[in-house]
T-cell receptor, first 115, second 108 residues
Framework: NAGVMQNPRHLVRRRGQEARLRCSPM?????VYWYRQLPEEGLKFMVYLQKENIIDESGMPKERFSAEFPKEGPSILRIQQVVRGDSAAYFC?????????????FGSGTRLTVV | GQQLNQSPQSMFIQEGEDVSMNCTSS?????WLWYKQDPGEGPVLLIALYKAGELTSNGRLTAQFGITRKDSFLNISASIPSDVGIYFC????????FGTGTSLTVIP
């Protein structure tokens, strides 16, 4: 399966805990994008990463959120001290280059519920 | 981030009817995409548009890139139950920015 893999599919965290969301891009893709989708809303851009580099984090909340895409392994979106408002679906997408005009390939998402 | 507005917000149609939805932006984009999202899944690319005025078809789907480069529309002909889902437009300025979505319900 060469698709974008995200895990876990569902994640439940209590307020104050940490959430770690993982994304393995499609084979041959070195650019990863994270989007957040709140219930009944569209996708909001969060961050764009290449291997070992953050290219654009203009959509990331200033506090508690961080992302990385190490040389080896999946991209990680980390949310510290989660609050109820962090409950959302988080989607990862990948592309083979940063100039991919033909769009991104999305994973199936991680649905985070904060209780 | 960029603001893309889609209309209508939701549609309820009978199977077999044609569907039309559009997307407008305050910014000019050089690329427009249309995605479909099934419940519980990630968005899947339907159609990509690269030139102002371009009209592109993919089966029963037809999309157009507006002349002003600030809008796009998507038509679905002869709708079927599996067309149900949320349709998103996306425009590129650096990253892709997504619209608010049009939710489509097809009544058999």
């Amino acid at each position: 399966n060469a698709g974008v893999m995200q895990n876990p599919r569902h994640l439940v965290r209590r307020r104050g805990q940490e959430a770690r969301l993982r994304c393995s891009p499609m084979k041959g893709h070195s650019h990863v994008y994270w989007y957040r989708q709140l219930p009944e809303e569209g996708l909001k851009f969060m961050v764009y990463l290449q291997k070992e580099n953050i290219i654009d984090e203009s959509g990331m909340p200033k506090e508690r959120f961080s992302a990385e895409f190490p040389k080896e392994g999946p991209s990680i979106l980390r949310i510290q001290q989660v609050v109820r408002g962090d409950s959302a679906a988080y989607f990862c997408a990948s592309s083979p280059s940063g100039t991919a005009n033909y769009g991104y390939t999305f994973g199936s998402g991680t649905r985070l519920t904060v209780v | 981030g960029q603001q893309l507005n889609q209309s209508p917000q939701s549609m309820f149609i009978q199977e077999g009817e044609d569907v039309s939805m559009n997307c407008t932006s305050s910014s000019i984009f050089n690329t427009w995409l249309w995605y479909k999202q099934d419940p519980g899944e990630g968005p899947v690319l339907l159609i990509a548009l690269y030139k102002a005025g371009e009209l592109t078809s993919n089966g029963r789907l037809t999309a157009q890139f507006g002349i002003t480069r600030k809008d796009s529309f998507l038509n679905i002909s002869a709708s079927i139950p599996s067309d149900v889902g949320i349709y998103f437009c996306a425009g590129r300025e650096g990253q892709f920015y997504f619209g608010t979505g049009t939710s489509l319900t097809v009544i058999p």
